[in-house]
């Protein structure tokens, strides 16, 4: 069954007003439309466009609630994924997930204390990790990932301090390491604190012809958000640029920010994140330190597997979820019978350009630009088509099992 699905976008504060609206064919409000989830998580289920086909449930949650053989498959329990379409017009926060000893151990322990799981200051909704990996739709994807090496850090605090000596007190922290500096600026003393206005007055005052990519970030971060250790973090990390097209995996203990953009993004089905700045949400410096990973790695960027002409797979190892790019020109293209990336388990697909034809086992349908479906395991391989007689070229992401 290919079951039509929707949502309510989430405005949140850091939203664009206009980028989901735009894909998905919807009125421009004026409010920011920052996310729209398409899964089965009790925070935002999907929409059922059609309850008839599902014996009259509104959600996918409630449908998978009533009827889990036929809405999972045999032996299943839940989906293992949960699918958004991201909308940034502003920073989100500085952010990492748990890894799942991690999770499950801060779940438990809020749970023994009482803590209501809507509680704005719990951490750890549920007891699972939340690995994610994001997908460019727009030209660019502007974003913080990742600890980068110290020398390149220290670089651009030299750059920016100019001599002044304001920045002195981060350069002999960055002498003991990453870890002992971001513990430093995150605890948030009267000296990390004078750092972290002197980064923001002085990266203002930077020409922009001597400028790099790091120090614009300070000295946007510090205009949204004075005063924040987030603001010298950022200096600490990895700025990446996506390309549309291009993706980042976001493993557990990765710290990260994005800043600006419209993407595809496929997570675990989890709703953990513990904060260090750049937001007025709950914050947990000490919970985030506990869950970093301190090491530096370069920029994460993830290349898909390119599994046939247009057909690409991006699937970072041991996550339990895959997901698959089909580009066509009127073709039909991949995903088909044999097998170029078969599908595992219940999917979840959206058409991003154009118009698809989605083929399975026992039925087809067709999707819009801007329009989602749900694909019961009962379908198998999924043959993707593209309209010829549109003249357009047509993008559909599927959302899988691995």
Same mark, same amino acid.
Request: glycine share 10%; charged share 20%.
């Given at each position: ?173 960055? %002498?003991?390491?990453?870890?002992? #500096? =971001? +513990?430093? $600026?995150?605890? @948030?003393?009267? *000296?990390?604190?004078? &750092? !972290? ?13 001597? %400028?790099?990519?790091?120090?614009? #970030? =300070? +000295?946007? $971060?510090?205009? @949204?958000?004075? *005063?924040?250790?987030? &603001? !010298? ?29 419209? *993407? ?139």
């Amino acid at each position: 069954m290919f079951l039509g699905i929707t949502n309510t976008p989430r405005d949140y504060a850091w939203g664009s007003v206009t980028a989901i609206p735009e894909l998905v064919g919807r009125t421009v409000t004026g409010a920011p439309q920052a996310e729209l989830w398409l899964g089965a998580h009790p925070g935002s289920p999907s929409v059922v466009v059609n309850p008839a086909m599902v014996g009259g449930a509104d959600t996918l949650l409630d449908w998978i609630a009533a009827e889990p053989e036929a809405a999972l498959g045999q032996g299943r329990t839940g989906l293992p994924f949960l699918l958004k379409v991201l909308a940034a017009a502003a920073p989100l926060s500085l952010q990492a997930h748990p890894t799942p000893e991690q999770a499950r151990e801060g779940y438990e322990r809020e749970e023994a204390a009482g803590i209501p799981v809507d509680d704005p200051a719990r951490n750890y909704k549920d007891p699972f990790p939340k690995p994610e990996l994001v997908v460019a739709l727009s030209e660019r994807f502007e974003a913080l990932s990742g600890f980068r090496p110290v020398d390149e850090t220290r670089a651009d605090v030299e750059l920016l301090d100019a001599g002044s000596g304001r920045l002195g007190p981060l350069l002999v922290h960055l %002498a003991q390491g990453l870890e002992d #500096t =971001v +513990r430093w $600026l995150e605890t @948030a003393d009267d *000296g990390a604190l004078a &750092v !972290v206005r002197a980064a923001g007055d002085l990266a203002a005052a930077l020409p922009d012809d001597v %400028a790099t990519p790091n120090t614009r #970030t =300070v +000295r946007d $971060l510090a205009a @949204a958000y004075p *005063g924040d250790p987030g &603001v !010298v973090v950022s200096l600490l990390m990895h700025r990446v640029t996506l390309a549309a097209g291009q993706s980042m995996y976001l493993p557990a203990g990765n710290i990260h920010a994005y800043l600006d953009g419209l *993407g595809i993004e496929l997570m675990a089905p989890s709703d953990n994140v513990l904060r260090g700045g750049l937001t007025p949400k709950h914050v947990d410096v000490p919970e985030l330190l506990r869950v970093l990973d301190f090491t530096a790695y370069p920029a994460p960027v993830l290349e898909p597997e390119h599994l046939a002409p247009g057909v690409d797979r991006f699937a970072p190892d041991g996550v339990g979820f895959a997901l698959v790019r089909v580009t066509g020109d009127g073709k039909p293209v991949g995903l088909s019978t044999g097998g170029v990336a078969p599908l595992d388990g219940p999917s979840i697909a959206i058409c991003t350009e154009g118009v698809v034809t989605l083929v399975g086992a026992t039925s087809a349908t067709l999707l819009r630009k801007g329009e989602s479906c749900y694909v019961t395991p009962d379908e198998g391989d999924v043959t993707v088509e593209a309209d010829a007689a549109s003249g357009l070229t047509s993008t559909v992401f599927i959302a899988t099992g691995a």
